[in-house]
């Protein structure tokens, strides 16, 4: 085994092995060296190491900020594994100073509603559950692909998710969120176990148990521990979970890509903006950024508002989020009622004026009537 796949081997979680992997592949390629004893006579070799990481650096100078840094940042770790520290003069002025401040070049966007059911109306039950719980929840697709089903309550109202630590990136603080009745229905239907006829044989399970023992008979010559008994609402990895989405929008010719980048603009992640973006036109900042996790407004949402309210303050905002049901307009609707308030009110003061102008000719009729009587009396 070499140096990297020794330092790939010490780490915990699978994606974490899966984006070093990543990393320091492109870096041995742009360096154009092999990793087998890459750190052999380190002690000779410092000023060589120097000069692979600047080759580094300006081989990913195009990625955007954020990307970079991640990039140097596992490239930096794997150094300090096999004993190798470069100097803070170094690391500053032939590091740090050649990437630029900033975020993301990608100019992605959030998708319309009528872009996520045009996109989502190409999925099976599957696709449909898994792409609403994810546009209606604000998770990220690492966290949803761990919820188990013990997490959900669809009982509760609004559906409750129980996020735990372990599920989450970075600083590991659990958290609830919620989902859309939408997304409720299609969970229900999804985990909903029925009798059905599979090629003349009667059987008993949910959609997703189905679609569990399916997928496990097929990869079961290359995974041979691999067994149904899977306790995860999606019982499958984020890589499966992406490329349905890009086949859903390749069916829906939605497959705009950034020219800098080369990364569509509707991506998976695109979701998770558009829960964001569409809460936030009816809720407090800090209650739709707790939802989607983000820790600096965490502590402060938790300390505001009881878990009651936050779901309170969800159902408030649940219309933004439904996909494929007829979302109401409030502000139309109220414009109507005020249209007819005031119709009502110039039509009672039109009858008022009509009955009192009545009531007044009957009263005249009546004298006169009346007068009539008397004369000929």
Same mark, same amino acid.
């Given at each position: /085994?070499?140096? @990297?796949?020794? #330092?790939?081997?010490?780490?915990?979680?699978?994606?974490?092995?899966?984006?070093? *992997?990543?990393?320091?592949?492109? #870096?041995? @390629?742009?360096?154009?060296?092999?990793?087998?004893?890459?750190?052999?006579?380190?002690? $000779?070799?410092?000023?060589?190491?120097?000069?692979?990481?600047?080759?580094?650096?300006?081989? +990913?100078?195009?990625?955007?900020?954020?990307?970079? !840094?991640?990039?140097?940042?596992?490239?930096?770790?794997?150094?300090?594994?096999?004993?190798?520290?470069?100097?803070?003069?170094?690391?500053?002025?032939?590091?740090?100073?050649?990437?630029?401040?900033?975020?993301?070049?990608?100019?992605?966007?959030?998708?319309?509603?009528?872009?996520?059911? !045009? +996109?989502?109306?190409?999925?099976?039950?599957?696709?449909?559950?898994?792409?609403?719980?994810?546009?209606?929840?604000? /998770? *990220?697709?690492?966290?949803?692909?761990?919820?188990?089903?013990?997490?959900?309550?669809?009982?509760?109202?609004?559906?409750?998710?129980?996020?735990?630590?372990?599920?989450?990136?970075?600083?590991?603080?659990?958290?609830?969120?919620?989902?859309?009745?939408?997304?409720?229905?299609?969970?229900?239907?999804?985990?909903?176990?029925?009798?059905?006829?599979?090629?003349?044989? $009667? &059987?008993?399970?949910?959609? &997703?148990?189905?679609?569990? &023992?399916?997928?496990?008979?097929?990869?079961?010559?290359?995974?041979?521990?691999?067994?149904?008994?899977?306790?995860?609402?999606?019982?499958?990895?984020?890589?499966?979970?992406?490329?349905?989405?890009? *086949?859903?929008?390749?069916?829906?010719?939605?497959? $705009?890509?950034?020219?800098?980048?080369?990364?569509?603009?509707?991506?998976?992640?695109?979701? *998770?903006?558009?829960?964001?973006?569409?809460?936030?036109?009816?809720?407090?900042?800090? +209650?739709?950024?707790? #939802?989607?996790?983000?820790?600096?407004?965490?502590?402060?949402?938790? $300390?505001?508002?009881?878990?009651?309210?936050?779901?309170?303050?969800?159902?408030?905002?649940?219309?933004?989020?439904?996909?494929?049901?007829?979302?109401?307009?409030?502000?139309?609707?109220?414009?109507? /009622?005020?249209? /007819?308030?005031?119709?009502?009110?110039?039509?009672?003061?039109?009858?008022?004026?009509?009955?009192? +102008?009545?009531?007044?000719?009957?009263?005249?009729?009546?004298?006169?009537?009346?007068?009539?009587? &008397?004369?000929?009396?």
């Amino acid at each position: /085994m070499n140096e @990297k796949e020794d #330092y790939i081997a010490n780490l915990k979680k699978k994606n974490t092995k899966v984006y070093y *992997r990543l990393c320091l592949d492109k #870096y041995f @390629k742009a360096i154009d060296k092999t990793p087998n004893d890459y750190f052999k006579n380190k002690k $000779k070799k410092n000023k060589q190491y120097e000069n692979d990481l600047k080759k580094f650096v300006v081989s +990913i100078n195009q990625l955007s900020p954020v990307t970079q !840094k991640n990039y140097i940042s596992v490239v930096k770790n794997f150094f300090i594994d096999n004993d190798v520290e470069f100097s803070t003069k170094f690391w500053r002025r032939e590091v740090r100073n050649k990437i630029e401040d900033g975020g993301a070049l990608t100019l992605d966007r959030a998708p319309t509603t009528d872009e996520l059911k !045009k +996109i989502l109306s190409y999925g099976d039950l599957k696709d449909r559950a898994l792409f609403t719980f994810l546009a209606t929840s604000g /998770m *990220r697709i690492g966290e949803c692909v761990q919820i188990q089903l013990s997490d959900l309550d669809l009982t509760h109202d609004p559906g409750k998710v129980n996020i735990r630590s372990t599920y989450v990136k970075g600083k590991k603080k659990p958290r609830w969120t919620f989902i859309s009745d939408e997304c409720k229905n299609l969970l229900r239907s999804w985990l909903e176990v029925r009798e059905y006829n599979d090629n003349g044989v $009667k &059987r008993k399970e949910s959609e &997703r148990e189905r679609y569990l &023992r399916i997928t496990t008979a097929k990869i079961k010559s290359c995974r041979p521990n691999k067994t149904t008994v899977d306790t995860h609402v999606f019982p499958f990895g984020d890589c499966e979970a992406r490329t349905s989405w890009y *086949r859903l929008i390749h069916k829906a010719g939605l497959t $705009k890509k950034s020219s800098e980048t080369d990364r569509y603009e509707l991506h998976v992640h695109a979701l *998770r903006k558009f829960f964001m973006s569409e809460l936030k036109l009816e809720l407090p900042e800090v +209650i739709v950024e707790a #939802y989607a996790g983000h820790s600096k407004y965490l502590d402060e949402a938790y $300390k505001r508002y009881s878990l009651q309210q936050l779901g309170d303050f969800y159902k408030k905002g649940m219309h933004r989020l439904l996909i494929f049901e007829t979302q109401t307009n409030l502000t139309e609707i109220n414009t109507q /009622m005020v249209d /007819m308030t005031k119709e009502n009110i110039g039509l009672k003061k039109r009858i008022d004026v009509l009955e009192s +102008i009545i009531l007044n000719e009957g009263n005249k009729q009546l004298a006169a009537i009346q007068e009539l009587q &008397r004369n000929k009396k």
